[in-house]
């Protein structure tokens, strides 16, 4: 399936994630692995050190670059308009394309770490990324981990409007107020673990939803998010996974289900955009 993003453009749901693959050959073998079985969207992020092996296995898969949806994300370290500028040129060198599908800000800068000059820090690198747009570099341009305080000013500011946002999505984290602005602005959310990092397969509730449908408790965390009109992005470097993790499509929880599954206790695996400091 595809969303389509406010500028017109589609994204395949689900997205093939490559957070912590190591780089070197499990990298190159999961991604051409995840093209052959039938994903089209690659998520990577420059921070995540795999960005030239994410390109040589889209390259081993044989498929065409305009088959393809690719995004990766600004580190940290890069914010600011010139070095944003430099760092998606290093990107799009490592991934061996000479455009991205989306380029997102991988963190907010936040108030924690640089005090009231945050707001400026995020409205200059965003400036860069309207550029690399305009220059045609990147054909669509978002965030990930703003949550509702940090998109505001970009979105009174901004001249061309952010399309996503990829944010920690899951059962025991439900993000209503983020969510709700992000529909508010027509901007698309994306799930990072969406399987709580793995630590949700075991939930005793989600094994009895699972069971009832014949499926897999990754399979019902992974629909639970499209049924939330929510797109996940989902790694794995096992092939039977890979396949697995694709394969949600032909059952549908019911509302009571979606209920119970959004009851589960609150849980967040990764670092809060307000108080991360790297
Ligand atoms: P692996 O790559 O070894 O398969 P999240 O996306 O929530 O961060 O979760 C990712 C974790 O879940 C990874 O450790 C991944 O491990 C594991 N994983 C991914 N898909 C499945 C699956 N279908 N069943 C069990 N574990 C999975």
Same mark, same amino acid.
């Given at each position: 399936m595809?969303?389509?993003? $406010?500028?017109?453009?589609?994204?395949?749901?689900?997205?093939?994630?490559?957070?912590?693959?190591?780089?070197?050959? #499990?990298?190159?073998?999961? *991604?051409?692995? &995840? =093209?052959?079985?039938?994903?089209?969207? #690659?998520?990577?992020? &420059? *921070?995540?050190?795999?960005?030239?092996? *994410?390109?040589?296995? *889209?390259?081993?898969?044989?498929? $065409?670059?305009?088959?393809?949806? =690719?995004? $990766?994300? /600004?580190?940290?370290? !890069?914010?600011?308009?010139? $070095?944003? /500028?430099?760092?998606?040129?290093?990107?799009?060198?490592? /991934?061996?394309?000479?455009?991205?599908?989306?380029?997102? #800000?991988?963190?907010? &800068?936040? !108030?924690?770490?640089?005090?009231?000059? &945050?707001?400026? =820090?995020?409205?200059?690198?965003?400036?860069?990324? !309207?550029?690399l747009a305009d220059e045609g570099c990147v054909r669509s341009i978002g965030l990930s981990n703003f949550y509702a305080s940090h998109m505001q000013p970009i979105l009174a500011s901004a001249n061309i409007a952010p399309t996503v946002d990829q944010i920690e999505y899951h059962p025991g984290l439900l993000q209503e107020e983020t969510i709700a602005l992000c529909r508010e602005h027509a901007i698309l959310v994306e799930a990072w673990s969406p399987l709580g990092r793995g630590k949700l397969l075991e939930d005793s509730v989600l094994l009895k939803i699972a069971s009832a449908h014949g499926k897999t408790t990754a399979q019902v965390l992974l629909r639970w998010c499209v049924q939330n009109d929510v797109l996940p992005l989902v790694k794995s470097v096992h092939a039977e996974r890979i396949h697995q993790n694709l394969d949600f499509f032909d059952f549908t929880l019911s509302p009571s289900e979606m209920e119970e599954t959004a009851s589960l206790p609150e849980a967040r695996y990764g670092s809060h955009p307000d108080t991360a400091t790297f």
């Open positions: 595809e969303f389509t993003l $406010s500028n017109g453009r589609n994204i395949p749901c689900p997205g093939f994630g490559t957070f912590k693959t190591p780089d070197g050959n #499990i990298c190159i073998d999961s *991604v051409r692995e &995840a =093209i052959a079985a039938g994903y089209t969207h #690659i998520d990577t992020a &420059a *921070v995540y050190g795999n960005e030239r092996s *994410v390109g040589e296995g *889209v390259r081993q898969s044989g498929k $065409s670059r305009e088959e393809l949806f =690719i995004t $990766s994300k /600004l580190w940290n370290t !890069e914010r600011g308009y010139d $070095s944003t /500028l430099r760092a998606c040129e290093k990107t799009l060198k490592d /991934l061996g394309t000479d455009y991205l599908d989306l380029y997102l #800000i991988h963190w907010p &800068a936040n !108030e924690m770490q640089f005090g009231s000059k &945050a707001t400026d =820090i995020n409205l200059d690198t965003w400036k860069a990324m !309207e550029r």
